[in-house]
């Protein structure tokens, strides 16, 4: 009787464990499987976060790069990565396009994350920066003047802005900007075969350039003047000019706008650079092949110089520069140094090259 009692106890027991281990096979099995989809689905998340930041990265490069602006609010970019897809919609959320803000959704199979990336307008003058340089800025430099005192700025890629004097504050002088600017492309309108000289040594007066033009040489001299007249076309005109030596004059005439390309050597010894009308302007572009740009002008010079590959070396303390300048490095020479840097803002497209372009701010979930 024992022995059957006890025998029916052990066969219990067995049929007790072999349920709970059932029980917790089940139990692990279930566990396993739900951590496995867990895993899946914070893998599915991850991708799809990072689809959505690349599919918003492409889009403001393509922004950047390609400088592109008109935009409805409400566009849409997509494209496929994988393993998933994103689409991008574009808002503008400033005046005009000054700003954007990029809402990216990436999706992996039925998973989307979402993140949002504004772009803003890079406009270096637009706090009125009348001085660039990718290099340290030394404003220690003698008899140099900077106008108006109160609202000019000054910026560099560089750690340093020399300024033991104070001719500024601090908030006006703004470092480490990481500030980059395209490398000037000549305009494909010029007809680069057509050769022209203009060389006052050797031809007579008048002095009138009128229309666009390719020139191997610029030089007039001190008793010269050299008159940019965009009237007789109504149009801008554009030059691109491999020497350009101006020891005396030069006036731009008319409404439209001037804008020349130098490639090998700049000397502005001017009396005068002057523009006649408010709404015109004078844009001097030094490609990154100049190898010397002198500014040695001894009056007003009224124009914006864009040499972002070239270091301007100041040599007179009686100039009188209205306007702006974005240079790799600005110098000076001894005592002779530029007297005045009033700052006047330039066009948006310094008139036939735009320099503004969008640059990234923070990201955002």
Do not use: C
């Not at 096979?25 to 396993?32: I, P, S």
């Not at 001037?258 to 010894?269: G, H, L, S």
């Not at 030094?286 to 001894?298: K, W």
């Not at 002779?336 to 036939?352: A, F, H, L, S, T």
């Amino acid at each position: 009787m024992r022995i059957r009692e006890e025998r029916g106890a052990a066969l219990l027991l067995t049929v007790f464990f072999v349920v709970i281990t059932l029980a917790l096979g089940v139990a692990l099995l279930t566990f396993a499987l739900r951590s496995r989809e867990t895993v899946t689905s914070r893998e599915r998340q991850m991708q799809a976060y990072y689809i959505a930041r690349s599919g918003a990265d492409t889009v403001a490069q393509a922004i950047i790069d390609k400088k592109l602006t008109g935009f409805v609010s409400g566009a849409i970019a997509e494209g496929e990565l994988e393993p998933g897809s994103f689409s991008v919609v574009i808002d503008k959320i400033g005046e005009g396009d000054s700003e954007l803000l990029l809402t990216s959704t990436g999706q992996v199979g039925n998973t989307t994350q979402r993140i949002s990336l504004k772009l803003v307008k890079n406009a270096v003058f637009m706090d009125d920066m009348a001085i660039f340089t990718n290099e340290d800025l030394n404003l220690n430099l003698p008899n140099l003047e900077l106008l108006p005192e109160d609202t000019i700025v000054v910026g560099t890629n560089g750690e340093n802005i020399y300024d033991t004097r104070d001719k500024l504050e601090d908030y006006q002088k703004l470092t480490e900007l990481d500030l980059s600017f395209d490398s000037p492309k000549l305009p494909e309108k010029i007809d680069l075969t057509q050769v022209n000289t203009l060389d006052t040594r050797e031809q007579e007066a008048p002095y009138i350039i009128d229309e666009d033009g390719y020139y191997d040489l610029i030089y007039i001299g001190p008793q010269d003047d050299l008159i940019i007249d965009t009237d007789i076309l109504d149009d801008d005109i554009i030059l691109v000019v491999d020497v350009f030596d101006l020891k005396g004059s030069l006036t731009i005439k008319g409404t439209n706008d001037v804008v020349i390309y130098v490639t090998e050597y700049v000397n502005i010894q001017t009396p005068n650079a002057i523009v006649e009308e408010d709404e015109a302007s004078f844009t001097l572009i030094a490609m990154g092949t100049v190898t010397e740009f002198n500014l040695i002008a001894n009056g007003i010079f009224e124009g914006n110089i864009y040499a972002p590959e070239v270091t301007i070396s100041m040599h007179s303390n009686h100039t009188h520069l209205i306007g702006t300048i974005i240079a790799d490095r600005l110098t000076g020479a001894g005592d002779q140094v530029m007297g005045k840097i009033e700052y006047r803002p330039p066009k948006d497209d310094w008139g036939d090259f735009d320099f503004i372009k969008h640059r990234r701010t923070l990201w955002t979930d």
